[in-house]
Nanobody, 124 residues
């Protein structure tokens, strides 16, 4: 069992930056690939970024490439999402998720554990 707790969300102006963190419980964090997803009001949850178990491989949604960076620190059981050049359309509840195994994935159903989310609101 893995418990995930996100933090770092907030209200920012367009063009600003945030760093989201996701802290995982347990001693097996390095066994999981990790992902970030987001859900805006009235929309389905969508893939944002993912990182492999080792941290050597990453994947991004086209809409965030060049602005978002996913990273992980296995010693701290934490995955991060650095968000730059924020846009109003980035407003959403951001979730982190853990997937058993080494590789990244984009589909919600590929992930086994989910956090409760952290809200990001971008004002224009």
């Amino acid at each position: 069992q893995v418990q995930l707790v996100e933090s770092g969300g907030g209200l920012v102006q367009a063009g600003g930056s945030l760093r989201l963190s996701c802290a995982a419980s347990g001693r097996t964090f390095s066994s999981y690939a990790m992902g970030w997803f987001r859900q805006a009001p009235g929309k389905e949850r969508e893939f944002v970024a993912a990182i492999s178990r080792s941290g050597r491989s990453t994947d991004y949604a086209d809409s965030v490439k060049g602005r978002f960076t996913i990273s992980r620190d296995n010693a701290k059981n934490t995955v991060y999402l650095q968000i730059n050049s924020l846009k109003p359309e980035d407003t959403a509840l951001y979730y982190c998720a853990a997937r058993r195994g080494p590789w990244t994935a984009q589909a919600n159903e590929e992930y086994d554990y989910w956090g409760q989310g952290t809200q990001v609101t971008v004002s224009s």
